[in-house]
């Protein structure tokens, strides 16, 4: 197999890790160019291509890691990953554990985390790497990574919420969330909802985004409910579609440009939350991106009287 070609069969892999560690998709991508060319320029061949090629990805990802944490300290609002509409890497082995690492909520946990941590979790603990492999990758010794380990897997677990378990029954209630958010149904939202659910929006100041977030399946219900029908009137439609592993949706202007992104987090029957990405900068791999000022003129237009 020639260098070219051992590249192309891990790729899915690499761009996996690096996602999960960055969690940008453009991020991702360009580390995993770096890592192909690093790879051809090497002048001797790895005993393992996986091996190296793993390690090399990690690397480059923890340098664009710890600058981009700069970064994200400046952001205006909440910072959301950017949504990842399908994973390339499938393990039928490791599955569950491929999609609960890649939801929004999961991703938000690794934010917690130091560059170092986050990443011996992701090859340990999603990608089930040794940790010979793990300490080649990162430059600290196996006891070292050990220990980096086990205080990963304590914050994680911490603060990680369990998903539903049963795929069917996640879609059906997303399903119903989606018809009763399309014909304006209160009651039908908030029964879905749970007592404490939020509804959170990414804009990062360059998109109208919500002011904060709204909390409470009352408030989400009739937010929602009441929001969505004035974008049916200005052509506003949503796809259903799986995000970062979870039931969610792409909403489209009347042009079929990306609008935002919404993730729902399922648990125990009800929706926890409800995750919208507006931010244009993190929509341009999902498809041409809307001017979401220009929809959010129309849609405060579109009010009819007695509307709040």
Not at 177 to 197: N, T
Not at 250 to 276: C, W
Request: aromatic residues 6%; proline residues 6%; hydrophobic residues 45%.
């Amino acid at each position: 197999m020639s260098r070219t070609e051992e590249f192309q069969e891990l790729r899915p892999l690499l761009f996996s890790i690096a996602y999960r560690i960055l969690g940008g998709v453009s991020e991702a991508e360009d580390a995993v160019q770096e890592t192909w060319l690093r790879f051809e320029a090497s002048p001797a061949h790895p005993r393992s291509a996986k091996d190296f090629l793993a390690a090399t990805v990690t690397r480059i990802s923890i340098d664009v890691l710890r600058s981009a944490r700069v970064r994200r300290e400046e952001y205006v609002g909440p910072w959301f990953p950017e949504p990842l509409l399908t994973d390339p890497y499938e393990d039928p082995a490791r599955s569950a554990e491929l999609a609960d690492s890649v939801s929004m909520a999961a991703l938000l946990l690794l934010e917690r985390l130091s560059p170092l941590e986050r990443v011996v979790f992701v090859l340990r603990e999603v990608f089930d790497f040794g940790f010979p492999e793990v300490a080649a990758a990162v430059g600290r010794s196996e006891a070292a990574c050990r220990q980096l380990a086990v205080r990963a897997r304590r914050h994680m677990a911490a603060g990680r919420p369990r998903f539903e378990a049963d795929r069917e029954e996640r879609e059906k209630l997303a399903s119903r969330f989606f018809d009763a958010l399309r014909e304006g149904d209160v009651a039908g939202l908030r029964e879905l909802l749970a007592a404490d659910v939020s509804m959170v929006g990414d804009g990062g100041g360059k998109a109208p985004q919500l002011a904060r977030a709204i909390v409470g399946a009352e408030n989400v219900a009739r937010l929602a409910a009441s929001v969505f029908p004035r974008m049916a009137r200005v052509d506003v439609t949503f796809e259903r579609h799986e995000v970062n592993g979870q039931p969610g949706a792409i909403f489209r202007d009347r042009d079929g440009r990306v609008l935002h992104t919404l993730a729902l987090d399922v648990l125990d029957g009800r929706i926890q939350a409800i995750r919208l990405v507006i931010n244009p900068d993190k929509l341009g791999h999902v498809g041409p991106v809307a001017d979401a000022w220009a929809v959010a003129r129309e849609v405060r237009g579109a009010r009819r009287p007695g509307e709040v």
